[in-house]
């Protein structure tokens, strides 16, 4: 199963004792960090085995019936329940997922949380729909709920900070540089998390009132020379990007820069074109992968997680 990597770390815990019993874990984890669409096929095989899974991430191993308080449920033949052996009590695991009121199958759902877990760059509803053989508008419909699935959270973000401005989308002329385009604010941590938000403006009561929700008070703040961050209560450092200069010994926002020019390679390489209003929820999908690109576990494993963790 795909959150192996938990049991491998509870079996053999990483130790300095003994070099070739970590090299071992090491090795298994390295395996189980990608995984591939072999493991995915032996792993998932049907519907029933889908929901399974769910059942049991959601329930765990040992549920005890919450009516008649004893152990014990087997799954209802054509029906996406299962239901308590002694007094009949039905449980629906799909309630509250992404996949409730779902006609699609569960292996085609499961097959499309592998292949955005698969690609960093984004999956198009077009490429959903060739691979599951549904309709555009299920493969479009599929891809908005999993990246919902990919939300950011209400993490606070600490210790130094870049905090950088965007425009995104629209096509720009010379006189008209930023009016079709969605503005963009985001923060990210040296080394760590980033957060990325669409807002309807950029001025300084907005990137306040952003870095106020989403960083730490005692946040050492990293930006441009961009006067919306002068009233920011932060200590803060700047580069002066209009003479060129983009680096000042630790002083620079090559970190968020970085993640712009990812979003914006693949939005432009895999979408095209994103509509202002669904543009968080890509932003989302790119942040998820950015936030989770040291993780010890797959991102599949991840997202299936988050499938009974979220409340939606
Ligand atoms: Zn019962």
Not at 62 to 91: E, L, M, N, T
Not at 109 to 137: C, D, I, M, P, Q
Not at 250 to 263: A, D, F, K
Not at 286 to 299: D, E, G, L, T, W
Request: one cysteine or more; charged letters at 25%.
């Amino acid at each position: 199963m795909p959150n192996c990597q938990d049991n491998i770390l509870r079996n053999y815990p990483l130790t300095a004792s003994n070099i070739y019993d970590n090299l071992y874990v090491v090795l298994l984890l390295i395996n189980f960090m990608s995984y591939t669409i072999k493991q995915f096929n032996q792993d998932f095989p049907s519907d029933d085995v889908c929901l399974n899974y769910i059942f049991k991430q959601k329930y765990g191993e040992d549920f005890i019936c919450p009516k008649c308080h004893k152990q014990g449920f087997y799954k209802v033949s054509h029906r996406k329940c299962y239901a308590c052996a002694w007094c009949g009590h039905q449980i629906y695991p799909l309630s509250g997922t992404i996949f409730h009121k779902s006609s699609t199958k569960l292996t085609n759902w499961f097959y499309a949380l592998f292949l955005f877990s698969a690609s960093k760059n984004g999956v198009s509803a077009k490429e959903l729909e060739r691979h599951l053989g549904v309709t555009y508008k299920c493969a479009w419909r599929m891809a908005k709920q999993i990246r919902i699935l990919m939300s950011q959270n209400k993490d606070i973000l600490e210790g130094i900070i870049e905090a950088d401005e965007t425009y995104i989308g629209g096509k720009a002329t010379s006189e008209n540089r930023f009016d079709n385009k969605a503005s963009v604010l985001g923060v990210v941590e040296r080394k760590g998390r980033a957060k990325v938000r669409r807002v309807e403006n950029i001025d300084s009561h907005t990137v306040t009132k952003y870095l106020k929700q989403n960083i730490d008070s005692q946040s050492h703040l990293m930006t441009d020379e961009s006067p919306v961050y002068d009233k920011t209560p932060y200590q803060r450092e700047s580069v002066k990007h209009r003479v060129k200069e983009f680096v000042r010994g630790n002083v620079h926002t090559n970190s968020i820069e970085g993640l712009w020019s990812l979003i914006k390679r693949s939005i432009d390489g895999t979408y095209h074109c994103v509509s202002e209003r669904h543009l968080q929820h890509y932003l989302d999908e790119f942040v998820f992968h950015y936030n989770h690109r040291k993780s010890k576990q797959s991102i599949f494993s991840l997202l299936l997680k988050r499938l009974v963790e979220k409340p939606y």
